[in-house]
C-alpha cells in the first residue's frame, strides 16, 4: 500500500512538471538583435524629449555590435534611463529582460536639439556696429550653445560687438551691447511734457529694451533705466 501510494505521488509530480513545462515552452519568445535594441533605445528617448520652440530633435541611438547574439525575451523588455544618465546631450539607455534568461544591455543615445538663431552673416571685429546685413539665421544644435542666443536679429540692430565673431558663428547675448558697462551714456528723463538729459555711465551691459543700472555723473546717484539706443537709456518721469 505504502509503495503504491508513493508511486502516485511520484506520477503526479511527474505530470505537473510536465505541464509547467509544456507552459514554458508554449510561452511567446521574442528575439531583438542589435537593431531591435537599437529602436527599443530610440524610441525611449523620442518620447522623453521636449523639442525646443520653433525647433525640432534628431535621437541617434549609438550602433551595438550586429556580431551580437539576439536577445530572448518572453515578455516586453524593460526600458529606462541608465543609472546617472538622462536627457544630456549623451544619454544611455538600460534594457532589460528577466524571462526566459535574465540579461541586461546599454544603448548609448546622442541627443541633438536644433533650432534656428541668429548667427554671424560676415566675421565682425570689436568695436563694430552691427547692421542686418550683417545678420542670418541659422539651424543649430543649442546643446552647443553655452549663454543666451538671439531668434530675432531686430534686438541686435544697432549693438557695438565686444569680441571677435567669425562667420556663421551664433551671437551670444555677452558678445554685444548698446549700452556697454563702464562707459558714458545719455541720461533721458522725460513725461508727456518734459524731456532732460544727462551724462551718465554704464555699471552693466544692456540692449534695446533691457533694463541696466547707471549713475549720474553729477549725483553719482544710481538709477535704473531703459536701454533705447546706441549708449542711450530712459527714465520716465
Given at each position: 500500500?505504502?509503495?503504491?501510494?508513493s508511486?502516485?505521488?511520484?506520477?503526479?509530480?511527474?505530470?505537473?512538471?510536465?505541464?509547467?513545462?509544456?507552459?514554458?515552452?508554449?510561452?511567446?519568445?521574442?528575439?531583438?538583435?542589435?537593431?531591435?535594441?537599437?529602436?527599443?533605445?530610440?524610441?525611449?528617448?523620442?518620447?522623453q524629449?521636449?523639442?525646443?520652440d520653433?525647433?525640432?530633435?534628431?535621437?541617434?541611438?549609438?550602433?551595438l555590435?550586429?556580431?551580437?547574439?539576439?536577445?530572448?525575451?518572453?515578455t516586453?523588455?524593460?526600458?529606462?534611463?541608465?543609472s546617472?544618465?538622462?536627457?544630456?546631450?549623451?544619454?544611455?539607455?538600460e534594457?532589460?529582460?528577466?524571462?526566459?534568461?535574465?540579461?541586461?544591455?546599454y544603448?548609448?543615445?546622442?541627443?541633438?536639439?536644433?533650432?534656428?538663431v541668429?548667427?554671424a552673416?560676415?566675421?565682425?571685429?570689436?568695436?563694430?556696429?552691427?547692421?542686418?546685413?550683417?545678420l542670418?539665421?541659422?539651424?543649430?544644435d543649442i546643446?552647443?550653445?553655452?549663454?543666451?542666443?538671439?531668434?530675432?536679429?531686430?534686438?541686435?540692430?544697432?549693438?557695438?560687438?565686444?569680441?571677435?565673431i567669425?562667420?556663421?558663428?551664433?551671437?551670444e547675448?555677452?558678445?554685444?551691447?548698446?549700452?556697454?558697462?563702464?562707459?558714458?551714456?545719455?541720461?533721458?528723463?522725460?513725461?508727456?511734457?518734459l524731456?532732460?538729459?544727462?551724462?551718465?555711465?554704464?555699471?552693466?551691459?544692456?540692449?534695446?529694451?533691457?533694463?541696466?543700472?547707471?549713475?549720474?555723473?553729477?549725483?553719482?546717484?544710481?538709477?535704473?533705466?531703459?536701454?533705447?539706443?546706441?549708449?542711450?537709456?530712459?527714465?520716465?518721469?
Amino acid at each position: 500500500m505504502i509503495i503504491r501510494n508513493s508511486l502516485l505521488i511520484s506520477l503526479f509530480l511527474i505530470i505537473v512538471h510536465s505541464n509547467a513545462f509544456a507552459n514554458d515552452q508554449d510561452q511567446p519568445t521574442q528575439r531583438f538583435d542589435h537593431k531591435a535594441l537599437q529602436s527599443l533605445a530610440h524610441e525611449f528617448v523620442q518620447a522623453q524629449v521636449i523639442k525646443p520652440d520653433n525647433g525640432r530633435v534628431d535621437i541617434v541611438a549609438n550602433n551595438l555590435d550586429p556580431r551580437m547574439v539576439a536577445k530572448k525575451c518572453a515578455t516586453k523588455p524593460e526600458v529606462g534611463f541608465a543609472s546617472n544618465s538622462g536627457l544630456d546631450s549623451y544619454t544611455t539607455v538600460e534594457i532589460q529582460c528577466a524571462a526566459p534568461t535574465a540579461w541586461r544591455t546599454y544603448v548609448p543615445v546622442r541627443i541633438y536639439r536644433y533650432k534656428p538663431v541668429i548667427t554671424a552673416a560676415v566675421p565682425m571685429s570689436p568695436g563694430h556696429l552691427v547692421t542686418q546685413a550683417d545678420l542670418t539665421t541659422t539651424e543649430v544644435d543649442i546643446n552647443r550653445i553655452r549663454s543666451n542666443v538671439f531668434t530675432d536679429a531686430k534686438a541686435l540692430i544697432g549693438a557695438r560687438i565686444k569680441k571677435r565673431i567669425r562667420s556663421g558663428q551664433p551671437i551670444e547675448a555677452s558678445d554685444t551691447c548698446l549700452v556697454c558697462s563702464g562707459e558714458k551714456v545719455t541720461i533721458v528723463a522725460k513725461n508727456k511734457s518734459l524731456r532732460i538729459t544727462a551724462t551718465g555711465k554704464a555699471l552693466a551691459d544692456g540692449l534695446k529694451g533691457e533694463s541696466v543700472t547707471v549713475e549720474n555723473v553729477r549725483s553719482n546717484k544710481a538709477l535704473e533705466a531703459v536701454v533705447t539706443g546706441l549708449n542711450e537709456v530712459t527714465v520716465q518721469l
